[in-house]
């Protein structure tokens, strides 16, 4: 099914809202921040040292720096053209760390609707570290999102996974999404050139 692009939330109508506290046990997301970058490195090594993953390969002191200095407080501003919607970022923090390791993984939240979130990238994206997989911290930090994404108006969330990534459909599961549709992903996007193909579309009702 394909839908046409609309251009909700550019920069020129989106007004941030304040989540405010966003807890859940032992589990926080907070806003990238300087003081976190030395635990997020920590948990980046120990990953890798177990499997090579894409989302953690590249990630610097340099890299995180430039993320915070470039989406102050946790925000990435969206563009009035369309082509990025605005995004709150936050890391899960955990008050049961591991070692000095406290960052435990990251969650995005995207406020709109264009046909790349509805077909390929979704509304929220999430990344747990391997030191912490296991408390489902991915289901409860989109749990924590699900207040902040009605307050923007949002009815329901997208979600998309790769076909054989069972730990992230298995979240989508637990949060009660709906497996809607494998779609492929066109040639000349630029998921399919950094090697996913496919993505499980998954509805979430709000």
């Known amino acids: 099914m394909r839908i046409s692009v609309r251009r909700l939330f550019s920069s020129s109508t989106f007004h941030r809202h304040d989540p405010g506290s966003l807890v859940d046990g032992d589990l926080e997301l907070v806003r990238p921040a300087e003081r976190h970058i030395e635990s997020v490195l920590e948990a980046c090594r120990r990953e890798l040292e177990v499997e090579c993953q894409s989302e953690v390969r590249n990630i610097t002191r340099e890299s995180?720096?430039?993320?915070?200095?470039?989406?102050?407080?946790?925000?990435?501003?969206?563009?009035?053209?369309?082509?990025?919607?605005?995004?709150?970022?936050?890391?899960?923090?955990?008050?049961?760390?591991?070692?000095?390791?406290?960052?435990?993984?990251?969650?995005?939240?995207?406020?709109?609707?264009?046909?790349?979130?509805?077909?390929?990238?979704?509304?929220?994206?999430?990344?747990?570290?391997?030191?912490?997989?296991?408390?489902?911290?991915?289901?409860?930090?989109?749990?924590?999102?699900?207040?902040?994404?009605?307050?923007?108006?949002?009815?329901e969330m997208w979600i998309t996974t790769n076909p054989d990534n069972q730990a992230s459909r298995r979240t989508c599961q637990l949060l009660g999404a709906k497996l809607v549709d494998v779609v492929k992903v066109p040639l000349e996007h630029e998921l399919y050139q950094r090697g996913d193909h496919e993505k499980c579309r998954y509805r979430l009702k709000l």
């Open 64 to 155: 995180l720096l430039q993320r915070i200095h470039r989406y102050p407080d946790g925000l990435q501003e969206g563009d009035p053209f369309g082509r990025r919607v605005p995004t709150y970022h936050f890391w899960m923090q955990s008050s049961q760390p591991i070692g000095r390791m406290e960052i435990a993984g990251e969650v995005s939240l995207r406020i709109g609707w264009t046909q790349d979130i509805h077909e390929y990238y979704g509304h929220v994206g999430y990344h747990v570290y391997q030191p912490f997989r296991g408390r489902h911290y991915a289901q409860r930090s989109v749990q924590l999102l699900v207040p902040l994404a009605r307050a923007h108006g949002l009815k």
